[in-house]
T-cell receptor, first 115, second 115 residues
Framework: DQQVKQNSPSLSVQEGRISILNCDYT??????FLWYKKYPAEGPTFLIS?????DKNEDGRFTVFLNKSAKHLSLHIVPSQPGDSAVYFC??????????????FGQGTTLQVKP | EAGVTQFPSHSVIEKGQTVTLRCDPI?????LYWYRRVMGKEIKFLLH????????ESGMPNNRFLAERTGGTYSTLKVQPAELEDSGVYFC?????????????FGSGTRLTVV
């Protein structure tokens, strides 16, 4: 029972173009959605997040969109740069007193930005 | 500020042996999490400490895994006896409070290979 899914294992885009990474979820109790970026042999690093009460959050070249009715979120990177090549994980945090702050992660999408 | 430190970075052991992984969180972070990524799949929650207390250990696979956090500082994760399916990358993360919109800081991970 996977509550957070990233159905595209890989994505390849040209430098300067837009990268769109997608994520679907099933649990309506999630209150925060986060994106992490991971380089080889390193731990995941926090990139950007969005609250469930918002539908968009922007930080520089990175924008996350949330569509609650579709239980879908996406990360847009514009313009894409070769240094953005990494594995991107979507993660979610559930609200409620029983939640201790654990994150539920998707499988990750490997982004390759070609020069 | 030093980040989350994990060691060893790599460990190769034989099936049936014991391995102990260590995590030093960021100083002052009461929350410490262990996660595992197996064979390129999603990053899965194992357990959560608040100071020295286990807050949530719902993700621990079985009783071959034992986690401790001495005095609320560093944490160890012992696997005894190790099985082939325990191979993967074990990540530790820490945070001051519930991650919410800022997530938490991960270490670089320990790659465990059981042969």
């Amino acid at each position: 029972d996977q509550q957070v899914k990233q159905n595209s294992p890989s994505l390849s885009v040209q430098e300067g173009r837009i990268s769109i990474l997608n994520c679907d979820y099933t649990n309506s109790m999630f209150d925060y959605f986060l994106w992490y970026k991971k380089y080889p042999a390193e731990g995941p690093t926090f990139l950007i997040s969005i609250s469930s009460i918002k539908d968009k959050n922007e930080d520089g070249r990175f924008t996350v969109f949330l569509n609650k009715s579709a239980k879908h979120l996406s990360l847009h990177i514009v313009p894409s740069q070769p240094g953005d090549s990494a594995v991107y994980f979507c993660a979610a945090s559930a609200r409620g007193s029983s939640n201790t702050g654990k994150l539920i992660f998707g499988q990750g999408t490997t982004l390759q930005v070609k020069p | 500020e030093a980040g989350v430190t994990q060691f060893p970075s790599h460990s190769v052991i034989e099936k049936g042996q014991t391995v102990t992984l260590r995590c030093d969180p960021i100083s002052g972070h009461d929350n410490l999490y262990w996660y595992r990524r197996v064979m390129g799949k999603e990053i899965k929650f194992l357990l959560h400490f608040v100071k020295e207390s286990k807050q949530d250990e719902s993700g621990m696979p079985n009783n071959r895994f034992l986690a401790e956090r001495t005095g609320g500082t560093y944490s160890t994760l012992k696997v005894q006896p190790a099985e082939l399916e325990d191979s993967g990358v074990y990540f530790c993360a820490s945070s001051l409070s519930r991650p919410g919109r800022r997530g938490y800081t991960f270490g670089s991970g320990t790659r465990l290979t059981v042969v």
